[in-house]
């Protein structure tokens, strides 16, 4: 069975501190997907990054940025000088192909409260 | 600019009134989803739809139906609704074929009072 570990409920951190996000997943897949996103207070859910289980390169975007790493069922993610507007509820997603059905359905994780204080 | 948009983003219905959450997306994406949203407990899938007329059972369908007579639409519907059923209700949609991620509307905070 597919599962995604995010063990951080909240953090706090203090504004222009790095803050890293962990990310665990468990699936029997070869091919399989991993996925960030960022829920504001707003409430929508915003897309950050897709990464294919082929693909080990980190990604860096700005300030932030993904550690992928297969030996360890991880995809942690990174915030570099965290500021004010990076508060929100972050979410780490896993999925199989699409065969079609509920093959490909994002299995998320409970997601982790970050909170940037100034 | 692409997007997927749910009706309402308040809410307020009382105990056994049947409830109606809209959700369209202008995106011709094949699958559709509802989820609800508790502190806690993260995402909770309740219905899926990968096709027009389909709908598939998520975790925790009981007390939910769904109906997708056209693409663009998917609706949830609370038959007879209850406290326990007060909270944020989440639509996304995605398309078919290699899992893209999904695109998610704002939501809508149910209270049933």
């Known amino acids: 069975a597919q599962k995604v570990t995010q063990a951080q409920t909240e953090i706090s951190v203090v504004e222009k501190e790095d803050v890293t996000l962990d990310c665990v997943y468990e699936?029997?897949?070869?091919?399989?997907?991993l996925f960030w996103y960022k829920q504001p207070p707003s409430g929508e859910l915003v897309f950050l990054i897709r990464?294919?289980?082929?693909?080990?390169q980190n990604e860096i975007s700005g300030r932030y940025s993904w550690n992928f790493q297969k030996s360890t069922s991880s995809f942690n993610f990174t915030i570099t000088a965290s500021q004010v507007v990076d508060s929100a509820v972050y979410f780490c997603?896993?999925?199989?192909?699409?065969?079609?059905?509920?093959?490909?359905?994002?299995?998320f994780g409970k997601g982790t409260k970050l909170s940037v204080k100034p | 600019d692409v997007k997927v948009t749910q009706s309402s983003r308040y809410l307020v219905k009382r105990t056994g009134e049947k409830v109606f959450l809209e959700c369209v997306q202008d995106?011709?994406?094949?699958?559709m989803f509802w989820y609800r949203q508790d502190p806690g407990l993260g995402l909770r899938l309740i219905y899926f739809?990968?096709?027009?007329?389909?709908?598939e059972k998520g975790d925790i369908p009981e007390g939910y139906s769904v109906s997708r007579e056209k693409k663009e639409r998917f609706s949830l519907i609370l038959e007879s609704a209850s406290t326990s059923q007060t909270s944020m209700y989440l639509c996304?949609?995605?398309?078919?074929?290699?899992?893209?991620?999904?695109?998610f509307g704002s939501g809508t905070r149910l209270t049933v009072v």
């Open positions: 995106m011709d994406h094949e699958n």
């Open positions: 997603a896993l999925s199989g192909l699409n065969y079609g059905g509920s093959q490909g359905n994002l299995i």
């Open positions: 739809s990968y096709d027009v007329k389909m709908k």
């Open positions: 990464r294919n289980s082929f693909d080990e």
């Open positions: 699936t029997r897949d070869t091919t399989y997907y």
């Open positions: 996304a949609s995605r398309p078919g074929g290699v899992p893209y991620g999904y695109t």
